[in-house]
């Protein structure tokens, strides 16, 4: 798929002084308060695309309903208000093609228009599939004038597409119905609504409503490129506001299912919202499968002008601005740091660079990597924030190694073993040892050095007596050291900025985010 890579906007209505906004490659957020213009950012987008194959119109395959979005299911221009004004905007992709839009009136038949390309073949419409879901979804079936409602009998689902179906509305609304889709039409919608032997379509709840129509355009996305195979050019899926009717916990299974079905189906998911849930979730550092799939185009009045911000730092100010409150001032955050034991406390104190250490809360507490484990699997919230410091002998345990929390020492065993090896390889004339009558040398050293097999407790005791010959904070033996691994201590600072970075990134609010 050719994917949108920004929309410029030199005047739209409200929006105009050349808004650059970059489109997400997989999930778009557009947040921001009433009247700022989140809908028309979503219908802008949505014009530019039609999907024809050479003259031949596109179904739906589930509806008889064009895979494009119409000016006039999103806007109602005013004669008095937009006629007069020229608007234009136009869509970057990622290939630098570019597609231009541009007003025009036509008195003819007194409309406007908005053109997209120029007219001739080839240079109109980009081809791609789009399905827009508007506000009129949400109206009730019950509030559906009863003569209107009709059951129809086809139902092109087939036995894949009814177990994705089941799957996906249980799972977002967590639920264990045996729920099987029922197709119906009314005046303003057509829906393959969730039945079950508890419930049928007019005993839906709002939520099981929006849910059933998201969850059937992304199956319509499903079946084109099971299809189509080669020829399908991925698609566009665009949701005005997405949350309405869900609570927090169905909004956050959502998104993961929007996340996971723009992978599968190569889509761009492009959604308004005004759920600070929502936002506050995908804009964490901490859940990285959102943070790094996920752009925010945030709208806000400055001066009374409509302006854009797409800095995820900047989600304080965001959610300030969606509460009317002004942006709370916090003092810098010192990042804590945890350790399996004193030994590691020690190491990591004397490689560490001193920007670096001046954010960071050095504490003395002491558990084994697996205690530390357990936390971070239940998210417990002081450790969502934290940063643990496991001993090198943990390089083998892939869940820990990996989890974006967790810095390894240098090395691939314990701290005091690895400076036990490395005092065991010095040469006897080192400028380390000490060179005068009865002082720490190399023979003081292999005296008292344990055994290779030595336990981990025989170990520690070793290190406790020999310390006090290393100088203050062990700084002597941490200087020699090191002189011989200048590579590997520069990476491990480097990794450590980069922990740092993300971790400055998490709201301290981090733990009233969506919960599981």
Known sequence: MNRIKELNIVKFRHLENMLNIKIGEKLTIIAGGNGTGKSSVLGLIGH????????????????????????????????????????SYSLLFHDGITRN???RFVAKNNRFRVDVGERKK????????????????????????????????????????????????????VLEDDVAPQHMKSRNKEVYFPTCDKYDALGNSAGQDNLAQIILALLSFKRLKEELKE?????????????????????????????????????QVIFTTHSTDIINYMLNPQEMPFYYSTEIIYLYKERGVIAVCQDKNELPGMLADLRHTVREQHPQRKINVYFEDEEARIFFRGIVKQDLKSKLAIKKCNSGAEFYGTLLMNRFPEFRKSLIVLDGDQCQNIRLKRNSNVLLLPGSVRPENLFCDFLDLLAEDDAFWESKLGGYDKQAFLNRKPASTASRDIMKRW????????????????????????????????????KIERLELTPQNSSSALHR
């Open 231 to 267: 020829n399908y050019p991925g698609g566009i899926l665009l949701i005005d506001e997405v949350e309405t009717t869900l609570y927090p916990a169905a909004q956050y299974q959502l998104m993961r299912l929007l996340l996971k079905a723009a992978r599968d189906y190569d889509l």
């Open 101 to 103: 839009a541009v007003s």
């Open 463 to 498: 290190f406790t007596s020999e310390k006090v010959n290393w100088g203050g904070g062990c700084g002597k033996l941490m200087r020699r050291w090191k002189s011989s691994n200048e590579t590997t201590v520069n990476s491990f600072n480097d990794a450590l900025k980069n």
């Open 122 to 173: 080839g240079y109109g419409k980009v081809s791609c599939p789009v399905v827009y879901l508007g506000l009129k979804r949400l109206i009730p079936l019950a509030q559906e004038s009863e003569g209107s409602i009709k059951v129809l009998l086809v139902n092109k689902l087939n036995n894949e597409d009814r177990t994705l179906y089941k799957e996906w509305h249980n799972r977002v609304l």
């Open 48 to 87: 530019v695309f039609s999907f024809r194959n050479e003259d031949t119109v596109i179904m739906n395959p589930f509806y008889k309903t064009l895979l494009e979005t119409q000016f006039s299911e999103v806007f109602r221009f005013s004669p008095a208000h937009d006629y007069a004004s020229p608007y």
